[in-house]
């Protein structure tokens, strides 16, 4: 009879401590916000980037293009400062001609200067147009897959920063605690599903240039990422 109350009391403790605890949950359950359910994908925006039909290539054509001016400015440069030694050397520091060559070198000297300016402003500018138009690409890609997949929201992750930590290489370390997206589906990755929409939507145009006409539709030709 003991053992038979026994359990009896035991059993009753333990609905009380379950009820209790649920309880305590629903208390803070309503007193905070709760997280609502949603549909999130990434995307590798370097990765993006670097797969781009035409974005690597035209962007190291235009440092190849700023590296030759500015190579060419150093040639003349350089010439100014070999006609100022020269100029010394050929006539006295008092002489009307002396002074004369003198103030057409300082002229050409600032001359260059500001051609010099013009040409990185210049070339700063369509760096800056180039990675605007290909990010807005991405992102109208993005928007159209995002939308056919039915995803709430994209957020930007690095494949990286998503391989393994070895506490052998400390840079892989630093990098994993450096990620934003702490754990994602790889199914929900649309990296792929971008890079596709892409290559088959964005053609090179002449000179280097990408064309303006955005991705047209969200299906890349490929079954693109698993759902839910």
């Keep these: 009879m003991l053992k038979v109350l026994f359990r009896l009391r035991t059993a009753f403790c333990v609905i009380l401590t379950v009820a209790s605890s649920s309880l305590a949950f629903a208390q803070i359950g309503s007193q905070?916000?709760?997280?609502?359910?949603?549909?999130t994908a990434v995307v590798d925006l370097d990765h993006i980037l670097d797969s781009h039909p035409s974005f690597m290539a035209t962007m190291e054509s235009l440092k190849a293009e700023y590296q030759k001016t500015m190579e060419e400015f150093e040639a003349r440069r350089k010439k100014l400062a070999t006609d100022a030694s020269q100029l010394n050397d050929a006539l006295t520091p008092d002489s009307p001609e002396f002074k004369k060559k003198q103030e057409m070198l300082v002229g050409e000297d600032s001359k260059l200067r500001l051609e010099v300016l013009n040409k990185e402003k210049e070339f700063g500018e369509r760096q800056a147009r180039l990675?605007?138009?290909?990010?807005?690409?991405?992102?109208?890609?993005v928007d159209l897959a995002a939308k056919h997949y039915k995803y709430d929201m994209v957020v930007r992750y690095s494949r990286k920063q998503a391989t393994k930590m070895d506490p052998k290489k400390p840079n892989t370390v630093q990098i994993g605690l450096d990620r934003e997206v702490i754990f994602f589906d790889p199914k929900h990755d649309l990296t792929d599903t971008i890079v596709a929409m892409l290559k088959r939507d964005v053609q090179p145009a002449a000179g280097g240039a990408t064309t303006s006409r955005p991705p047209q539709t969200a299906n890349p030709g490929?079954?693109?990422?698993v759902r839910r």
Excluded at 32 to 39: I, M, R
Excluded at 131 to 141: E, L, P, R
Aim: no cysteine; aromatic share 4%; hydrophobic share 25%.
């Design 131 to 141: 990675i605007m138009d290909t990010y807005n690409q991405v992102v109208m890609a």
């Design 222 to 225: 490929n079954p693109g990422p």
């Design 32 to 39: 905070s916000p709760q997280p609502q359910p949603t549909s």
